[in-house]
């Protein structure tokens, strides 16, 4: 049986990303990927609608930590040593050129995640990292600093071993058996069910919003989007996030609170409203919309209001005027449910934090184990930062890999 310098177990982003960059730094060393799938670099594929979200344009490391509900603290020290602009770098030096949109979001110049893919395919061709696909992991143990590791087809061993093996639940058990303690999982990225006359007809309506969650402290604020099964967007999106393990243990029934015009009032609009009855008080309420609302979400608004759809301004009275301000501002909805994106599924949960070494993203338990991506616990908000995660993990841990065996050579 052959033995490996390296052996990652994973054919993602991480576990791919982090070969390359330990054969780069290591020519000499044996890398093997097994992964347990027909295809590799799936979740890539798939990831910003097929158009591969690689990172964020936020290279503040203290900032973007911040886009990190789990892992903000351990992320601290990694981001120092690469990040975003090292991310954009390391691809460029490859012939891909990166883009930013105006939301900060990252993608290839060609709008296609296949030229991430092909790009990592090329470079392990290039650099004689062999990848094995169907090889699912049964189990893998550690003996006199060498591992065991046997999969459902084969057995191989490693001087090192990598697990870059996402949200595996299997994985996971493996890991606790071996000592190690593991958050349990719960969904992290996901819409708002909510079945509401008020917005029964507007799928496609996009705004800016803040979303509050009553009874909870957890707020967001960002674009909106309603769709036919409820409510979607950043805004919605970045509380799913934050919000994980407490909406997890409501079960996903609560009620939000939407202010459709960020940064006012309910008294601010009621005092807009005021000056509108006067200024246009001839004309009908829901003929034109109000405060750069579109048509539909207005006349929406306006019939949530009570205010029938002939009623002129000038014919308002105070409690529609009341209505019509806290509708703007302040209306509450039910979500019975969630939606979860099953292509780019996001959890939180994994190895806990505590039992890794985040200058080399190795184990603390076990010595020559090693961690990148989504089998920690660590998550981000959407926007290309769960990305940004593996490609820092994979870098630092290559690094520790690579150099430890030229020292052991």
């Not at 070969?19 to 044996?30: C, Y």
């Not at 940064?263 to 005092?271: A, C, Q, V, W, Y």
């Amino acid at each position: 049986m052959d033995l490996y310098d390296i052996i990652i177990v994973g054919g993602g982003a991480a576990g791919f990303f982090t070969a390359i960059n330990a054969a780069e730094t290591n020519s000499s060393l044996k890398i093997l990927i097994l992964e347990r799938g027909k295809e590799v670099l799936t979740k890539v594929r798939v990831s910003g609608g097929g158009r591969c979200n690689v990172t964020h344009a936020e290279f503040i490391p203290s900032e973007l930590v911040k886009r990190y509900p789990r892992g903000e603290k351990e992320l601290r020290g990694p981001f120092h040593k690469f990040m975003t602009g090292d991310t954009i770098s390391w691809f460029e030096d490859r012939g891909i050129k990166l883009k930013t949109e105006e939301d900060g979001r990252m993608f290839p110049i060609t709008d296609s995640s296949k030229t991430i893919i092909d790009c990592f395919k090329r470079e392990c061709k290039k650099l004689n990292i062999e990848v094995k696909t169907g090889e699912s992991l049964k189990d893998f143990s550690s003996e006199n600093s060498i591992w065991q590791i046997n999969t459902t087809n084969c057995s191989f061993k490693a001087s090192k071993l990598m697990l870059a093996t996402g949200s595996n639940l299997k994985i996971w058990n493996l890991l606790e058996k071996m000592g190690h303690s593991i958050v349990p999982a719960v969904p992290s990225l996901f819409t708002f069910n909510i079945q509401d006359t008020r917005i029964k007809d507007l799928a496609g309506i996009a705004l800016d919003a803040e979303v509050k969650i009553l009874n909870e402290k957890l707020e967001s604020s960002g674009p909106l989007l309603i769709t036919h099964w409820g409510m979607s967007g950043p805004a919605i999106l970045k509380l799913s996030a934050w919000g994980a393990r407490e909406l997890n243990q409501l079960n996903y029934n609560f009620k939000i609170q939407v202010n459709c015009l960020p940064g006012n009032t309910s008294e601010d609009i009621i005092t807009e409203l005021k000056q509108l009855k006067f200024s246009i008080s001839k004309q009908q309420v829901a003929t034109r919309p109000q405060f750069e609302l579109p048509k539909r979400l207005w006349q929406s608004i306006v019939a949530a209001s009570k205010i029938k759809q002939e009623t002129k301004w000038a014919d308002l009275n105070k409690d529609q005027l009341q209505n019509l301000s806290e509708q703007l501002t302040s209306a509450v909805y039910k979500v019975n449910g969630k939606s979860t994106f099953k292509e780019e599924f996001v959890t939180a949960g994994g190895i806990s934090l505590k039992e890794v070494n985040f200058k080399t993203f190795e184990s603390k338990i076990h010595k020559n184990l090693y961690f990148a991506g989504e089998i920690l616990n660590i998550d981000a908000i959407t926007g290309g930062f769960n990305f940004q995660n593996a490609w820092t993990g994979g870098f630092l841990a290559a690094k520790a890999m690579s150099l430890t065996s030229i020292s052991q050579n």
